[in-house]
Each structure stands twice: as structure tokens, then as C-alpha cells.
């Protein structure tokens, strides 16, 4: 039996394919590992993010129920400040036009007694003496 060059060529192209093998082996073995990995990861921020999500969508529904709260507080204020206006409208129509009636009259019957008595009025048009 006798060895040439051609077959020793062909041992190292073999040995050589084995080794390329073995290493493609393992960076496939690796990447497996990188992947699953990667899987966990995923896995794990979904187990997290669903729950924070429904805290997130807890927490919205109870927003826009103290809006709406908010809405008709603020329309009951809006009611209450008209009714409030139209008090005020009506306070001073029944008040302060008798008072301002009342007021002149006694002007008027003070001016009438200073002048009976003798006295200039404080406000006479034209001038005083």
C-alpha cells in the first residue's frame, strides 16, 4: 500500500471539512443558544408588559371617570353662578331701587327744611350765597 501525494492532499481536504464542520457546528450550537435566549427575553417583557398594561388601562378608565365627575361639577358651578347672577339682578332691582328712592326723598325733605328754616341747600344749582 503505498501513500501519495494526492492521497495525503485529500486526508487534509478531509480533516480540513471536519474541522469546518465541527466549528460550523458550533457556531450554529451558539446561535441556538443566542435564540433561545433572545426567547426567554421576549417571553419574560411580555409576562411583564400585560399585566402593566392592564394596570395602564385600569388607570385610564379611572381617569375618565373623574372627568366625567369633573364635567359635572363644573357644569352644577356653571349653574350656580347664573342662578347666583340672576339673584343678584333680582336683589338690587327690589332693594336698591327702593333705596335709592328712599334716599332722594330724604334729600328732597331735608332740602325743604333747610330752606324753611332759613338755610342755603348744599347742592343748589347755579351757585350758592
Do not use: H, W
Request: charged residues 20%; glycine residues 10%; hydrophobic residues 45%.
Amino acid at each position: 500500500m503505498s501513500v501519495s501525494l494526492g492521497d495525503i492532499a485529500g486526508m487534509i481536504a478531509a480533516l480540513a471539512f471536519v474541522l469546518l464542520v465541527l466549528r460550523t457546528g458550533a457556531v450554529i450550537g451558539k446561535a441556538g443558544k443566542v435564540l433561545d435566549e433572545t426567547r426567554a427575553g421576549v417571553r419574560e417583557i411580555t409576562d411583564e408588559t400585560v399585566p402593566l398594561l392592564r394596570e395602564v388601562t385600569d388607570t385610564v378608565a379611572a381617569t375618565n371617570a373623574q372627568i366625567g365627575r369633573l364635567d359635572t361639577i363644573s357644569s352644577n358651578v356653571a349653574t350656580m353662578s347664573t342662578n347666583v347672577s340672576a339673584l343678584t339682578s333680582v336683589a338690587t332691582a327690589t332693594v336698591g331701587r327702593p333705596l335709592i328712592k328712599v334716599a332722594a326723598f330724604s334729600y328732597g325733605v331735608r332740602s325743604a327744611l333747610d330752606l324753611r328754616r332759613g338755610k342755603t341747600p348744599l347742592n343748589k344749582l347755579g351757585g350758592g350765597s
